[in-house]
């Protein structure tokens, strides 16, 4: 129980210091760096120290291509594009939606029926989401919208269907076809991590490190810059790449789903902790008020697993 919620704590850090990291470098590069980086730094690893491990058959190309483009590009891409102009709390907020769309695409694809119930809670935790996708930012207000939706907040959800996708691939390649965990990671960070450096040099400007505006320690604002990026880099690869994505591969193998996938609900309460402390924002009633309808339908959705676990 203790290591899922330092899990979920520390994968709401990655959404504060991430948005931090954007006041210095553009999105794609950025996700380019640290997926290139820390592909190369797991397979490292898995050859060097547990080669008995090291393994890629041709057979599970596909899955390992959907995992690299759905889960290591296109959701992390979305999602530091959009968290240019949300917070990190409600970026991490709107990642509380998969639960539902994990039961949708198993749903759809794997044939799983659902209960009434679960039909229910899905109904009441998806429009749990509509006060938070409601209330927005100044920077969101004046973007593209669609309904009342605006587009950083439909990028998210295309982060959030995309990881959802990419995290069932995973699974099966995991518990199904045996890999490990480090070896799935590695192979698809760095193809995910190639693929960003390419959509960067396609679709975003240079120079990608942005000048810091009130630089110390005595260095030129560039150099403060590339600095602050290595320092969040480091950081965000250690914490999000190396511990949380291995251990939450890990905890699959000890927890059902169903409890990992509910104590998830605690990560924007710590976003919201960590927001505060480091930008100094508060979160609105809505936010509250989503938690709040989201818990309920999250808890009418596994309430007979959750008795039977």
């Known amino acids: 129980m203790t290591l899922v919620l330092i899990l979920y704590m520390l994968f709401a850090s990655t959404f504060t210091f991430g948005k931090a990291a954007l006041t210095y470098i553009q999105p794609i590069m950025f996700i380019g760096i640290r997926m290139t980086a820390a592909g190369l730094l797991l397979l490292g690893y898995q050859y060097f120290f547990n080669r008995s491990k090291w393994r890629f058959e041709r057979e599970d190309v596909t899955g390992l291509a959907k995992i690299a483009f759905f889960l290591m590009f296109l959701s992390f891409v979305a999602e530091f594009w959009a968290m240019q102009y949300v917070s990190a709390a409600k970026a ?51 973007t593209t919208h669609i309904g009342f939706l605006s587009m950083p907040e439909l990028v998210l959800l295309v982060a959030v269907a995309s990881a959802c996708y990419g995290w069932i691939t995973t699974k099966q390649l995991v518990v199904v076809r045996g890999y490990s965990t480090i070896m799935v990671n590695g192979i698809t960070m760095l193809g995910g991590g190639l693929l960003a450096i390419l959509s960067a040099f396609l679709f975003e400007t240079s120079p990608w490190i942005r000048a810091a505006a009130d630089p110390s320690w005595g ?91």
């Open 92 to 142: 991490c907020l709107l990642y509380n939606l998969s639960p539902f769309i994990t039961a949708l695409f198993t749903y759809w694809f794997f044939k799983e029926r659902l209960t009434g119930k679960q039909w229910v809670g899905l109904g009441i935790g998806m429009l749990g989401f509509i006060p938070i996708l409601a209330n927005q930012m100044p920077a969101e207000a004046f």
């Open 219 to 309: 260095l030129t604002p560039v150099e403060y810059a590339r600095w602050a990026v290595f320092g969040y880099t480091v950081f965000l690869i250690i914490i999000a790449n190396v511990i949380c994505f291995n251990l939450y591969s890990w905890l699959m193998h000890r927890y059902s789903t169903t409890f990992i996938s509910f104590a998830g609900f605690t990560t924007p309460l710590f976003a919201a902790l960590f927001d505060l402390l480091y930008f100094g924002q508060r979160v609105s009633m809505s936010f509250f008020t989503t938690i709040g309808l989201v818990g309920i339908g999250i808890y009418i959705f596994y309430q007979d697993e959750l008795k039977n676990s």
